[in-house]
Nanobody, 114 residues
């Protein structure tokens, strides 16, 4: 059973930065893709960024130029560097890993507020 452990969320002022990490354990096959999604109150969960095992990256338009996703394949870990944060980035951020099935982390709260 794959388990995902997220860390790095918190409260930050507008314009600030945070770095999220997600480590996958219990992995018995190649993780095809790892990524981050977010869900704000009253809204649907949406893609933030995803990186596949070949290094191909997709970003949501709303975070392009501000967020950077990276991955350590040897450690089954994915990172999300978030810069120039805005209040509209406030959400619960979920890590996702695609193996034969899709797995989700428990979520980490990111709050951008002055």
């Amino acid at each position: 059973q794959v388990q995902l452990q997220e860390s790095g969320g918190g409260l930050v002022q507008p314009g600030g930065s945070l770095r999220l990490s997600c480590a996958a354990s219990g992995v018995r096959e190649t993780i095809r893709a790892m990524g981050w999604y977010r869900q704000a109150p009253g809204k649907q969960r949406e893609l933030v960024a995803v990186i596949n095992s070949g290094g191909t990256i997709t970003y949501a338009d709303s975070v392009k130029g501000r967020f950077t996703i990276s991955r350590d394949n040897a450690k089954n870990t994915v990172f999300l560097q978030m810069n120039s944060l805005k209040p509209e980035d406030t959400a619960v951020y979920y890590c996702n890993a695609k193996v034969s099935l899709a797995y989700w982390g428990q979520g980490t709260q990111v709050t951008v507020s002055s």
